[in-house]
């Protein structure tokens, strides 16, 4: 069955770092999606692609990058880790301008 | 711009009774409703959506949603809650000229045996 999986699925990290979240989906989907989940904030989006070498920035962008060299890949990187950085980070991709979201399971990632 | 709006925090519900779960919308053009379910620890699972035709959207688990455009809301509801059903709950909008899902803050449901 396709699926969208996230790697590691907890971090700790100290403030300062460079870290890297993973996505791979197997779906074979255009569209990418990077949301961060907060309490009190529902998901916010960071960033999301359409296509490969393609990338956009979302709502909460400053601090992340990401880059798309292929259909299946959408990492996530925190260039100098801050403390507001800690969250659950997850990783989506859509089919279809009009389909659904399908969700990975999920990163938390502490910033110490 | 596109918003979505959850106003409660957390419904409980006692098993057996019906449940609603509110969400009201704002978008330029014609809106793509969506709601999602999430249980602990796990990712967001689709649960139902709106994009045009009959305004009662039936989904997975007995859930099912009423699209109301002249209050512009989508509220979620389920005949019969069950135990089971105690997740958050996120509504979800994208406006039909936009292509980024805006989600609302969430909603808990409690369900009491």
């Known amino acids: 069955d396709a699926e969208i999986t996230q790697s590691p699925r907890h971090k700790i990290t100290e403030t300062g770092r460079q870290v890297t979240l993973a996505c791979h989906q197997t779906w074979n989907h255009n569209n990418m999606f990077w949301y961060r989940q907060d309490l009190g904030h529902g998901l916010r989006l960071i960033h999301y692609s359409y296509g490969v070498h393609d990338t956009n920035k979302g709502e909460v962008s400053d601090g992340y990058s990401v880059s798309r060299s292929n259909t299946e890949d959408l990492p996530l990187t925190l260039e100098s880790a801050a403390s507001s950085q800690t969250s659950v980070y997850f990783c989506a991709s859509r089919g279809t301008v009009a389909g659904e979201l399908f969700f990975g399971e999920g990163s938390r990632l502490t910033v110490l | 711009a596109q918003s979505v709006a ?102 808990r449901l409690s369900i009491r045996p």
Do not use: M
């Open chain 2, 6 to 107: 959850q106003p409660e925090d957390q419904v409980n519900v006692a098993e057996g009774n019906p449940l609603t779960v509110k969400c009201t919308y704002s978008v330029s053009g014609n809106p793509y409703l969506f709601w999602y379910v999430q249980y602990p620890n796990r990712g967001l699972q689709f649960l139902l959506k709106y994009i045009t035709g009959d305004n009662l959207v039936k989904g997975s688990y007995g859930f099912e949603a009423e699209f109301n455009k002249s209050q512009t809301s989508f509220h979620l509801k389920k005949p019969s809650a069950l135990v089971s059903d105690s997740a958050l709950y996120f509504c979800a909008v994208r406006d039909s000229s936009a292509s980024k899902i805006i989600f609302g803050s969430g909603t």
